[in-house]
Every structure is written in C-alpha cells, then in structure tokens.
C-alpha cells in the first residue's frame, strides 16, 4: 500500500499486485552500473521478482520522505524502472528466465542500492 498523488491536491490510495502488472517487451536500457542475481544453477523461484518489486517500491517511498510514490516510476510484469529521488538515482530491475538483472544510474549509490537488494533477497527467503 502506498499513497499516489491523483493530482496535485489529491492523494489515493493505491495497492500494488505485481501478478496484475503487464508484461513489457522492449525495455528502455539505461546506461549505469549492472548487477544480476543468477539463479541457473538452480532456478528462479516464483514470486521473488515481485516481492522484490514490492519491496524495492516501498523503500523509495520511504527514502524519499514523501506521502506519494514517484510518477516517473515505470512497474511491469518484467520490467521495473524506480526512481529514488532523494539519491539522484535510477533502478533498473528486469526479469530473466533465470535471473534479475538490476542497473543502477548512479555510481555513488550503487553499492548502497546492492546491499540493499541483497538484504531484500535476504527478507525474502527468511
């Protein structure tokens, strides 16, 4: 659950449910700093991208001190494009067969943003 700003005087409450997101067929690259979590040598398990999407999502609201998510966010089926703008920062995150590939736009946050990807996948599969 996050607030969305409506317009500019209106705040809605909205809910994200990754399983209702449309795929997207081309994603936009965006040039930065590449990651991927790779889970060939087992498998992707259901359900990690999205939780990782909701995740991911909430925490940019809250870094952002904000009480509406960012407009300029882009969330798909397997595709994300999140934006933190109290970094200066743009997070890639795109669904693979067997992995998540993860660019981030910034070189001084993107450790930060690896660390805090992993803590996530950490939340996850606790």
């Not at 067929?25 to 990651?35: D, E, N, Q």
């Not at 060939?40 to 999502?57: A, H, K, Q, W």
């Not at 992995?99 to 981030?104: D, F």
């Amino acid at each position: 659950e996050w607030k969305h700003r409506k317009d500019s005087n209106v705040l809605e409450t909205n809910f994200l449910v990754p399983s209702l997101l449309k795929p997207f067929s081309r994603p936009k690259p965006m040039g930065g700093y590449l990651c991927a979590f790779d889970f060939s040598e087992s498998f992707l398990p259901i359900g990690v991208y999205d939780r990782l999407l909701c995740l991911l999502t909430a925490h940019s609201v809250w870094v952002d001190g904000s009480d509406a998510a960012n407009d300029e966010n882009n969330l798909y089926a397997n595709w994300a494009e999140i934006f933190i703008q109290a970094w200066d920062t743009g997070i890639q995150m795109e669904r693979e067969k067997s992995r998540i590939v993860v660019t981030v736009s910034c070189s001084s946050t993107a450790g930060t943003v690896l660390q805090m990807l992993e803590s996530m996948l950490t939340k996850i599969n606790n």
